[in-house]
C-alpha cells in the first residue's frame, strides 16, 4: 500500500529533523507485513502455518535532495518517524533503521533517498 505524504518528522531522542521543504517534488510511505511463521505438520501430512510475531516494515521514498540534518540522526538507537497527513492525521512508528540510502533518477534528473523501518 503506497500513500501519499505531506511531512515527515525523524527523531532519535536527541536530534529532530524534519523532513518537508526538501522532499517536495514526492513523498510516499509503503507498509509492508514482516513476521514469523513455520509451517507445521500433522501425523496425517497435512501442513499448519503458525504465525508467532507480526511486525511492520515502512518504506519511505523521497524524490528531492536530502535533508541536511539526517547526518545528525544516530541511526543505532530506536527511531521515532512522525507522519504528517493532511487527511489521515498523524501516526508514530518506533523501530530501527540502517539510514537514508540515496539514488539517483536519471529519466527525472533529481535526487531520490529512502528509508526503511522496522517496527519493534
Not at 15 to 42: C, H, K, P, W, Y
Request: with cysteine; aromatic share 8%; glycine share 10%.
Amino acid at each position: 500500500m503506497t500513500d501519499p505524504v505531506s511531512q515527515i518528522t525523524i527523531d532519535d531522542g536527541t536530534t529532530q529533523v524534519d523532513v518537508t521543504g526538501f522532499a517536495t517534488l514526492d513523498m510516499r510511505i509503503d507498509f509492508e507485513n514482516i513476521g514469523g511463521s513455520a509451517l507445521l505438520r500433522m501425523r496425517d501430512g497435512t501442513g499448519i502455518k503458525q504465525t508467532h510475531w507480526t511486525k511492520k516494515r515502512i518504506i519511505l521514498s523521497c524524490d528531492g535532495w536530502r535533508p541536511t540534518g539526517l547526518e545528525a540522526i544516530d541511526w543505532s538507537v530506536e527511531l521515532t518517524i512522525t507522519v504528517h497527513d493532511y487527511e489521515a492525521g498523524t501516526a508514530d512508528y518506533i523501530g530501527f533503521s540502517d539510514g537514508p540510502r540515496e539514488g539517483w533518477d536519471v529519466n527525472a534528473h533529481n535526487t531520490t533517498w529512502s528509508l526503511t523501518l522496522d517496527e519493534s
